[in-house]
């Protein structure tokens, strides 16, 4: 099952100075000029990185991260497409500066249910709806059950049910496990997040030599910061219950058969080094959503649009641009 986390992980940090069940608001804005917002909704809390567009006016998209991950593993790909979208990327709740939902919902239904509110109370939807490994799971969802919200769906490894799942994939499996990550703690509570970050980019990265010095820099001071947080290991234990469920049912509620529903134009981006998610699911995902084209990328690992977002953000380029042309030809006048 993927994740953006490692293995084995553990907590080396400080005693948290927030209270349990919140988080440290995130700054008004970042040195790269996305901008930071918090979007409060009735018993849930959302943190947004918005990726400032190049102009107004232009469609609005949604960034959803994977197991573990926050809004941070989009920052490689969204200014790439700065001059065609105007997107928000979204911290999971109990992930990234997002704290805990008040009812304690980390299944794959809740989460779907979050971004779904997010999308209607901000009057968000139609968008181009990205998810990466866990998110992919979660915008599937909500592509399948409102597709009133998605003008287009582009999943880079999505954690659709791989039965069985490759070797490398079973420790991540595992944090399903009850008592299994509070084992992982005592392993590795001698870790620094620099070792920690060291092991999740040679988990998701095809080639984790592609990440540069600020990069690594930056990811390991999320790192550090997420390790302090009281409820990081409960949203991670208890998100990755809830897929290990999900892949479990089976008839018109399985996963494969959601995938058979969604009506929007589908970018399908997978890795041939990904230790998370099998090279060889791609053609079934092909074959499962109805509208969809494929990008292989045989030298990336999990996270494709982390290690190669510039031929991610040409896929999808090229996917919206017959989108647009299609919207067109189909509107009152058009030709």
């Not at 960034?63 to 593993?73: A, R, T």
């Not at 200014?79 to 304690?104: E, I, K, M, T």
């Amino acid at each position: 099952m993927p994740s953006t986390e490692p293995s084995l992980a553990g907590d080396a940090a400080p005693p948290a100075e927030a209270p349990p069940g919140t988080a440290p608001p995130p700054p008004a804005a970042g040195g790269d000029g996305v901008a930071r917002r918090q979007v409060t909704l009735p018993g849930l809390t959302l943190a947004v990185r918005g990726h400032p567009p190049a102009r107004a006016g232009l469609p609005p998209a949604v960034y959803v991260h994977g197991l573990g991950g926050s809004s941070l593993n989009w920052t490689g790909l969204g200014p790439l497409l700065a001059d065609r979208v105007a997107a928000d990327a979204v911290d999971l709740p109990g992930f990234g500066d997002s704290p805990p939902p008040d009812d304690g919902d980390y299944s794959l239904s809740g989460h779907a249910r979050a971004v779904i509110r997010y999308l209607d109370a901000g009057d968000r939807g139609p968008v181009h709806l990205f998810g990466n490994s866990l998110g992919g799971t979660i915008v599937t969802r909500v592509a399948a059950l409102r597709p009133d919200l998605v003008r287009t769906l582009t999943l880079v490894s999505p954690a659709l049910p791989e039965l069985p799942p490759q070797r490398s994939a079973v420790p991540t499996a595992l944090l399903a496990v009850p008592g299994v990550t509070a084992l992982f703690k005592r392993l590795t509570r001698d870790w620094t997040a620099e070792q920690r970050t060291r092991a999740v980019l040679g988990l998701c990265y095809g080639d984790p030599a592609r990440v540069s010095p600020e990069g690594f820099a930056e990811h390991a001071r999320e790192y550090a910061r997420r390790m302090r947080l009281p409820y990081h290991w409960d949203a991670l234990e208890r998100s990755a219950r809830g897929v290990v469920g999900a892949y479990a049912l089976g008839g018109q509620h399985s996963l494969w058969r959601l995938a058979e529903r969604v009506l929007a134009p589908t970018l399908l981006v997978y890795g041939g080094r990904d230790q998370l998610v099998s090279f060889r699911m791609a053609r079934r995902a092909k074959t499962a959503f109805r509208n969809s084209r494929l990008l292989a990328l045989p030298a990336a690992g999990h996270v494709a649009m982390m290690e190669y977002p510039e031929v991610v953000a040409r896929a999808f380029t090229e996917l919206l641009d017959e989108y647009e042309t299609g919207a067109a030809d189909a509107s009152p006048g058009g030709s």
